[in-house]
């Protein structure tokens, strides 16, 4: 692929982990809003829950997560009883006793809580809902601050997969951003968790980071190979300081451009696939034998506020401050500052900030973008026999011209040479793009 391209298209565009994506929920769906959608639930719908854990007891300067820095155990230990409360607060309010099979928390970093937090929590989940015996149970895993009492605990609550945060291997990258976390740090981690039964394991990888380099990069990946995760997520360093004031910190001057970014990318990915890896969607690699690989095989592949993911259940309940759920009704946002989530709930209200209910015409639109992050393919004719998307086709045309993408009737595919561009094909189809785009992050 002419990496001029890279230079040609680079503009902002969202990762569409959702459609409408965030910076489109809007203050119309409320905690009532929110009530009647959770009542409305057939008792069979298989649901996922989402846990934030809002807390770090340091600054990461990449970071776009909703944060805060701590540096004692009870604000902590204040919010989980506030989750705690929360989840009794949905489980009332759903008709019946549903069954979830995906949990997963994330944050700021859920490693800020103890060994007997994960047993209370599992615990209280598993007093209001059934949770299966094959429910996946992933918690992200800082491990600068893990031990191995920490991991035996997590094991004992019935965790079976971690997500560790890499980001880089370079010294002097870690000096850039704020974290420092040789790889023999991460490798006793990584042997803590298989030695105590929780074999599966995902890894985050950065690129664009200040001071990375094509070589750099490449033995980044020879690095986290070695420690065999059976996932990898390669993300691009979102650069945001006007929304997220930490990243300041990150001198512009030693960020890479927008052509080495590319070269980055498409060294890293090239090398991943090399070391027998399958590329999944934009930006995932996962083994073969992988739940994520199978799903993508099998047409089954799905994308939500985690990335790409096989979780089949067709509502996300999520919990916790800034927490974002969805149901087939629409999306749900829980309020952000932590008085006004823990005051909300106090209250007996849903804790929900803003949201967005879905027409049919976004239900089409989400189905469209998702097939095109996932599959890189799309079949408008099958998906809505009759509709004209001449609009849309037209957008795509430029993109058509330059190899990016091939258009044969309603069938839309982007070219494999020109996976880092699917976030724009994918845009054609976003009818609310422009109201929110300097939210976004560079498309490449």
């Known amino acids: 692929?002419?990496?001029?391209?890279?230079?040609?298209?680079?503009?902002?565009?969202?990762?569409?982990?959702?459609?409408?994506?965030?910076?489109?929920?809007?203050?119309?769906?409320?905690?009532?809003?929110?009530?009647?959608?959770?009542?409305?639930?057939?008792?069979?719908?298989?649901?996922?829950?989402?846990?934030?854990?809002?807390?770090?007891?340091?600054?990461?300067?990449?970071?776009?997560?909703?944060?805060?820095?701590?540096?004692?155990?009870?604000?902590?230990?204040?919010?989980?009883?506030?989750?705690?409360?929360?989840?009794?607060?949905?489980?009332?309010?759903?008709?019946?006793?549903?069954?979830?099979?995906?949990?997963?928390?994330?944050?700021?970093?859920?490693?800020?809580?103890?060994?007997?937090?994960?047993?209370?929590?599992?615990?209280?989940?598993?007093?209001?809902?059934?949770?299966?015996?094959?429910?996946?149970?992933?918690?992200?895993?800082?491990p600068r601050t893990a031990t191995e009492d920490y991991v035996r605990a997590l094991s004992a609550a019935g965790v079976n997969r971690a997500s560790i945060g890499v980001q880089d291997f370079h010294p002097e990258v870690q000096a850039a951003i704020n974290r420092i976390q040789p790889y023999d740090m991460t490798r006793r981690v990584v042997d803590w968790l298989r030695g105590n039964g929780i074999p599966d394991l995902n890894m985050d990888l950065l690129y664009g980071l200040p001071h990375q380099t094509v070589d750099r990069v490449v033995d980044m990946v020879d690095k986290a190979v070695t420690l065999a995760p059976a996932r990898i997520a390669l993300f691009g360093y979102a650069h945001v300081p006007w929304m997220k004031s930490h990243q300041k910190m990150i001198h512009e001057a030693d960020l890479p451009g927008t052509e080495a970014r590319w070269r980055q990318f498409e060294a890293a990915a090239d090398r991943l696939v090399e070391l027998g890896y399958v590329r999944i969607g934009l930006d995932h690699f996962a083994l073969p034998d992988d739940a994520l690989a199978v799903s993508l095989r099998r047409g089954r592949l799905h994308r939500n506020f985690q990335g790409y993911t096989a979780d089949q259940a067709p509502a996300m309940l999520g919990f916790g401050a800034s927490a974002i759920g969805y149901l087939p009704q629409g999306y749900v946002q829980n309020i952000s500052p932590l008085k006004a989530f823990r005051e909300s709930v106090e209250g007996g209200t849903l804790p929900i900030a803003r949201g967005f209910a879905l027409s049919d015409e976004d239900r089409l639109r989400r189905t469209v973008i998702e097939r095109i992050m996932c599959d890189l393919a799309v079949d408008l004719d099958d998906l809505a026999p009759g509709r004209d998307f001449a609009a849309e086709m037209a957008r795509l045309a430029p993109l058509a011209d330059d190899g990016i993408v091939a258009l044969d009737g309603g069938r839309i595919t982007v070219n494999a040479d020109a996976r880092p561009f699917v976030r724009l094909v994918a845009a054609a189809f976003d009818a609310y793009l422009k109201q929110g785009e300097q939210r976004h992050s560079k498309a490449v």
């Open 1 to 142: 692929m002419d990496q001029s391209l890279s230079l040609k298209y680079d503009m902002l565009v969202p990762r569409y982990t959702s459609y409408p994506t965030a910076p489109h929920f809007n203050e119309s769906v409320t905690g009532a809003v929110y009530a009647d959608w959770l009542r409305a639930l057939p008792a069979d719908t298989d649901l996922s829950l989402y846990f934030h854990i809002p807390f770090c007891d340091s600054m990461c300067w990449f970071c776009g997560c909703y944060t805060k820095i701590v540096k004692r155990y009870e604000p902590v230990a204040g919010y989980l009883e506030v989750v705690l409360d929360e989840i009794d607060l949905v489980a009332d309010t759903l008709p019946a006793r549903f069954a979830a099979s995906h949990l997963h928390w994330g944050g700021g970093s859920p490693t800020m809580l103890t060994g007997e937090d994960w047993m209370r929590i599992l615990d209280k989940l598993r007093a209001r809902f059934d949770v299966t015996a094959d429910a996946e149970v992933a918690v992200e895993l800082d």
